[in-house]
């Protein structure tokens, strides 16, 4: 039902590396999964709605006042690679 | 009677009464949790406890919970406190704030002892995802705990904490509870503010109490509800979480939901259940089939639903903010080598399955149906609770499996969770309570109600509890 192209292009749409073992693993998965998930496509499910949220919620704001944020030595403190100012990555080619 | 066999409840009592202190407690259970032999924790921070033992026995008037000890799922940030969502993706993570049900439970009076196991990001159903260790199961240390939260069940159930808190997006807080032999709730969707728990699936996360009475669960719910600037979908609560005193169920009508009591439950816990409800007419209840057609569609609409909420959180994991990063030349690489090398096997499967229902071409089929599948499940709940006022059901259609029984089945893993995920589709708030055994193992009943309806479904369940007498000690403990 899944192919392996179909498998390397959804791994690569959520920048997974996959090796080539987990990918043949993973296509029978998914496939045996969906089989189970199919049954929701049978289901007569004309007129209804979907529901994005179970508690209807509408419009939360809150005061436009700043308040202080996390301080940027906190936020950085976590990260692999961080200079003075910022999260450091590699290139981007 | 040691300090450990005491209830939450019971230990503030005996604090209050001079009969014990904090740092006395939390010395008992860091002790417990020393001799581990079920692996419950992942992080203790005895340093931590103990001082804040010491503050709060100092006080010259204590707090609500008087310095009694808990356990938080590692899914829970704790400020300074390794929290890694039992992922390598946050190995040595130390949060720079704290959960808001965390920091609640810390300004009444709580002292965390530390972070328990739990499948990474909460997607499993035995705690055998963990990237770290397996958890065993008190009653048997050859089964598994449930999960996700099979950690924070295990450390209450072992008399490691006399509670703690779990995560719930499918039946991750009621399942562990139920074959740990245990109380778990899930509350109503919003009830508590999410801030600080590190997201599975948003629409259907959320905090709760594991604890081995129906007071104490209600006691921890009642210091953690309520609105938080920090989640917009947190609610206000009025008039608050009273403590359930119910000892009968006198005029309540009781609905068993006919499609979670067929085929694939156990006949052990069919049997645990029957008795159970017999009990529930004893009390003064009425019990009457009812019929939830789209039941059994859930388990489908769920793995639509949650992997596709999944694939998106989890797409911050990336290793440039937290955690370890596997380097590489460029960007890309980095991105799919760090996520390849460190997610573990039911999170990338999940991330996949979530990712293919959202891609284009096949977003209508998958999600938009879950989607509209999730409003039918809604108006089901809603037409069963004109007619009756909770809903009963097993909270697993099995007792505690062997560990290695389900992890090369992954929709047979996915199975444990039947009867607690149409609840969670429709945000409804729901019990489990220890109810009997079966092989030697415990059974839960899950007891479910409309949205806001905890204060009668903890009154029901602790009229239950009372009648139904459960000893939750696991054959052998020594406390």
Known sequence: MIDDETVRHVARLARLRLSPDEEKVMREELSGILEHIDAIRAMDLDGVPPTTHVITLENVVRPDVPVPGLPREEALREAAHATDEGFGVPRMD | ?479
């Open chain 2, 1 to 479: 009677m040691g300090l450990r066999d005491l209830t939450a409840t019971g230990q503030i009592a005996a604090i209050r009464a001079g009969e014990t202190s904090s740092e006395e407690l939390v010395d008992a259970h860091l002790a417990a949790i020393g001799a581990d032999d079920v692996d419950a924790f992942l992080a203790v921070d005895a340093e931590g406890a103990r001082e804040r033992a010491r503050e709060i026995d100092a006080m010259p008037e204590r707090p609500p919970l008087a310095g009694v000890p808990i356990g938080i799922k590692d899914a829970l940030s704790v400020r300074d406190v390794v929290t890694t969502s039992g992922s390598r993706m946050l190995e040595g993570f130390r949060p720079v704030y704290t959960a808001t049900c965390v920091a609640r439970l810390e300004a009444a009076g709580a002292v965390v002892v530390g972070k328990t196991n739990m499948d990474e990001f909460a997607m499993g159903s035995s705690t055998e995802n963990s990237a770290f260790k397996n958890t065993l199961n008190p009653w048997d240390h050859g089964r598994v705990p449930g999960g996700s939260s099979g950690g924070s069940a295990a450390a209450v159930a072992e008399r490691q904490v006399p509670w703690s808190l779990g995560s719930d997006t499918g039946g991750s807080i009621r399942q562990p509870a139920a074959l740990c032999g245990i109380v778990g709730m899930k509350p109503t969707y919003g009830a508590i503010s999410r801030y600080g728990l590190i997201a599975f699936a948003s629409s259907l996360d959320q905090v709760g109490p594991l604890a081995r009475s129906v007071e104490d669960a209600a006691l921890l719910l009642q210091h953690m509800v309520g609105r938080d600037p920090m989640d917009s979908t947190s609610l206000e609560w009025p008039g608050g979480i009273v403590a359930p005193t119910a000892t009968d169920l006198s005029g309540m009508r009781v609905g068993v939901v006919e499609e979670l009591m067929g085929e694939g439950i156990e006949p052990g816990v069919r049997a645990a259940i029957d008795a159970a409800l017999g009990t529930v007419e004893e009390l003064g209840g009425t019990v009457v089939p009812v019929s939830l057609p789209s039941a059994l569609s859930g388990l489908a609409t769920y793995y639509v639903l949650a992997p596709a909420e999944c694939s998106a959180n989890l797409a911050r994991f990336d290793g440039i903010r937290y955690g370890p990063v596997a380097p590489a030349a460029n960007l890309l690489d980095q991105y799919e080598t760090t996520r390849g090398d460190l997610f573990g096997p039911e999170v990338k499967r999940r991330i996949m399955l979530g990712t293919f229902a959202l891609a284009s071409g096949y977003y209508d089929q998958y999600y938009g149906r879950a989607q509209r599948v999730r409003t039918l499940m809604g108006r089901e709940f809603a037409r069963a609770f004109e007619q009756v006022d909770l809903l009963a059901s097993p909270t697993s259609p099995t007792v505690a499996f062997p560990l290695g029984d389900r992890t090369a089945d992954p929709y047979a893993m996915y199975m444990a969770d039947v009867c607690t995920i149409p609840v969670s589709l429709a945000g409804l708030p729901a019990i489990s309570i220890p109810c009997g055994l079966a092989d030697g193992l415990p059974v839960g009943l899950q007891l479910a109600g409309p949205a806001f309806s905890e204060n009668a479904l903890l009154g029901a369940a602790h009229a239950l509890e009372g009648a139904l007498a459960f000893d939750t000690r696991p054959p052998g403990l020594v406390t």
